[in-house]
């Protein structure tokens, strides 16, 4: 039993019961940079430690982080040492007891190849921090897959552009406007209409807000907002970004957008098409076949988009650009991008502000090779994304560079990238998969 203190030493203690106390706790001590609390912590949650503590304990930490928040010039140098800090506790930890079991197994002439096959932790600290995802930084591929060509300053000519609707409405903000109908017409309407002097097309993606899916714990990362209704004469929050955070703000708001940019009420040049997506089904402004892109069960316009760009495609036009702000969809493009036919181009414009640049998809994924193209899925995947752990110490940068030095796990990676691999593929790859995991820590291996 641990008995946790903070700023009190007396009074009944409670023990822990939940894991929302053992998450909390560990926030805040990451927080305040509590460096004492964190080498507790990292010997495991505090419910398997049986830990106990005093209300008021958890009140003096809990102030105590407000009070840190509300001066507001914390030190993300103080932060990262109190977290390496805590490592390293859990480090030397760890390696005290493997060594314990390990000579226990010795000296009880235990099977040391066995006591070797399994986990020692409630969780591989390889692959979490503190029990959960470790998060790396996915735009370090990013870096290196850029590095393959030459950068582009100039728009290129294009004939569509499908755009990722949510990373839209985070970036056009309300600057006045007083209702939803307002920030439609004043605000989204320009834009468009700006984007369809260069283009004869845009498709208009939007994600589905799906509840209990994988992308919703990913979302709840991200903070949280006030639910408010969206209706056209409803006003526009003062606060953008927290009013975007509520999933069911953001489905009522792109379900109105969507079906405003269809209909007649505002006028486009009618020479050219407007596609926009509404849940799972697709609506033209121009009647189209869209039995090939709706109804649709992807949930992410990361993935979603890629049919519009292939639809674009079928529709005659041969160059087609993205808008994004994600690296998942420059992965998923270069990817699939070979799947496409007759595509001539297609561009990236990607990134807001002084880091905005268009990336040369076809370029890239030329210069890489089919193969390496397609297997950049399952190694993206695999390296850590929203729902995979990145490996400790080892981001994007370290595991692009073994894949450079190791070329013979193109062809796993590419195999592993094709949605109809089965458990028994990866069971029979499973040697090159950690032949690839001991070279990023050790290349003399």
Not at 80 to 104: K, P, Q, W
Not at 105 to 125: I, K, M, S, T
Not at 190 to 218: C, H, N, T
């Amino acid at each position: 039993m641990i008995v946790f203190f903070y700023g009190e030493s007396s009074g009944e203690l409670h023990k822990v019961a939940t894991f929302g106390i053992d998450s909390n706790v560990k926030k805040y001590a990451l927080e305040v940079q509590d460096t004492v609390l964190l080498a507790k912590l990292s010997a495991g949650d505090m419910i398997s430690q049986e830990a106990m503590y005093h209300k008021r304990c958890n009140s003096n930490l809990f102030n105590y982080k407000e009070r840190l928040q509300k001066i507001g010039d914390a030190k993300e140098d103080n932060q990262f040492h109190g977290i390496v800090l805590a490592e390293l506790v859990a480090y030397i930890e760890d390696s005290r007891m493997d060594t314990e079991l390990y000579v226990s197994c010795q000296v009880r002439n235990g099977d040391l190849v066995e006591f070797f096959r399994h986990e020692n932790q409630a969780y591989p600290p390889s692959l979490s921090q503190f029990g959960e995802l470790r998060h790396g930084s996915k735009s370090d591929l990013l870096v290196q897959l850029e590095r393959i060509t030459d950068s582009v300053n100039e728009a290129p000519t294009v004939d569509a552009l499908v755009i990722d609707g949510a990373a839209l409405i985070n970036m056009l903000k309300p600057r006045g406007s007083k209702t939803c109908e307002g920030y439609y017409k004043d605000i989204v309407v320009p834009y468009i209409r700006g984007q369809l002097l260069s283009v004869r097309r845009i498709d208009m993606v939007w994600d589905e807000y799906i509840q209990d899916s994988f992308k919703a714990s990913e979302r709840s990362r991200r903070g949280k907002g006030i639910r408010r209704r969206v209706l056209p004469d409803s006003k526009v929050p003062g606060n953008w970004e927290a009013f975007l955070r509520v999933d069911e703000n953001k489905k009522e708001l792109f379900a109105f957008i969507s079906e405003q940019l269809v209909s007649r009420d505002i006028v486009f040049d009618e020479e050219k098409q407007i596609v926009s997506t509404t849940g799972s089904n697709v609506n033209c402004r121009k009647e189209e076949d869209v039995s090939k892109i709706a109804p649709c069960t992807q949930e992410e316009a990361n993935t979603r988009m890629m049919l519009h760009v292939n639809a674009a495609v079928a529709d005659r036009h041969k160059c087609v650009m993205i808008r994004i702000v994600d690296t998942d969809v420059v992965v998923i493009a270069i990817s699939v991008l070979q799947k496409i036919e007759s595509i001539l181009e297609l561009w990236i414009a990607f990134g807001v502000g002084k880091n905005f640049r268009y990336l040369s998809i076809h370029d890239i994924a030329n210069a890489l090779g089919p193969e390496k193209s397609h297997g950049l899925l399952f190694f993206h995947a695999f390296t850590g994304c929203d729902q995979v752990s990145s490996f400790a110490n080892k981001g994007k940068k370290s595991a692009w560079n073994t894949w450079t030095s190791y070329e013979e796990i193109t062809g796993t990676f590419d195999l592993l990238s094709n949605e109809e691999s089965s458990s028994n593929v990866l069971f029979d790859h499973m040697g090159d998969i950690e032949h690839f995991v001991i070279l990023m820590y050790d290349k003399t291996s």
